[in-house]
Every structure is written in C-alpha cells, then in structure tokens.
C-alpha cells in the first residue's frame, strides 16, 4: 500500500514505523468517508420530503448513532494511544546525545535555509541579531573564539552517513 500511496523512499531507520502508522490513519479515514457516505445517502432516503411532508419537532429517538459515533471515537483513541503514542515515544526515548551526534543550526528565513556548523570545537558562536546583513545572514558573531571555526551555508545541508543528526530548528522572526 505504500507504493499506492506514493510515499517516498524510507530515508531513516524509523520511517518503517511513521509510514506504517500513516497508513493505518489512512484506513481509518476511507472507513470514515464511506460510513459517513452512506450515512449521507441513508439521511436523504428516510427524510426525503415525499416520505415526511411535514417537519417531525421531536427528532429523532434512536440510539445507534450515539454507538456509531462512540465506535469512531474508540477507533481515534485506539490509533492515537496504542499505535502513534508509541512510534513517538520510541523516538523520544532513543535521542541521542550532543556527544554522540551531528549538531546543526538551521535558520529558517522566506526562499531561504540557513544552515550553521559548529566547527572542531563542537562548539556553536554566539550570534547577534545586530549582526546580521547580506553576508552574514545568520548574525554569527566571528569575535567569539567559539565562531572562529563554523562554517555557515544557505540551501546546502551536508550530514555525515549513519549518524545520528541534531537540528535545532528555528525562524529569523
């Protein structure tokens, strides 16, 4: 079903998982869109005009819609608590730590991604709002004995293979 979906290529070791996860919420979704299909249809027989030529003001005095409309949320709860919380939960409990992964800084700002490496000393330069301009888009401050190693990119992310990876993800504004 992933093929038919037109998901792309797994390109992490948990994609096996989210993708998984992505199809069961599909699933649910078409179960949702053809029972709610038929409902539609079913509403408009039984209350075609011709059938009830005056409005009933009581309503209507059965009770399985309020079952249906449990067993959809039973279905939510079920794909939230026994299938996503755990993909996310297995991803929260194995991050890895500064030490043992790629840290980078990625800026994000409108046609542009601005990327920031710490250099040898694994250590990232302050920046400085103040500072920033066309050529130092992301207010790196090379003062700091911190800076004097980054490097700093737009549009180009560059990650070492089979290591785990840190971004820090964030905006100008």
Not at 2 to 10: C, N, Q, Y
Not at 83 to 107: H, K, L
Not at 142 to 160: E, F, G, K, M, W
């Amino acid at each position: 079903m992933i093929e038919w979906l037109g998901m792309p290529a797994a390109g992490s070791a948990h994609a096996g998982d989210v993708d998984e996860l992505m199809v069961l919420v599909y699933w649910l979704m078409l179960a949702l869109f053809v029972g709610w299909g038929a409902f539609f249809a079913y509403v408009l027989v039984r209350f075609r005009r011709s059938a009830h030529p005056v409005a009933m003001h009581q309503g209507m005095r059965g009770r399985w819609s309020t079952w249906i409309e449990g067993g959809v949320l039973a279905a939510e709860i079920v794909l939230l608590a026994f299938f996503s919380i755990p993909v996310w939960s297995a991803r929260v409990d194995a991050f890895p730590s500064e030490q043992q992964s790629t840290s980078v800084r990625v800026v994000a700002e409108q046609f542009a991604w601005n990327v920031h490496y710490p250099g040898a000393d694994r250590r990232f330069g302050r920046t400085d709002p103040r500072l920033l301009g066309p050529a130092n888009p992301l207010g790196l401050d090379r003062s700091d004995p911190a800076a004097q190693d980054d490097i700093t990119t737009i549009n180009q992310l560059h990650l070492p293979v089979n290591r785990p990876v840190i971004v820090h993800l964030s905006s100008k504004t």
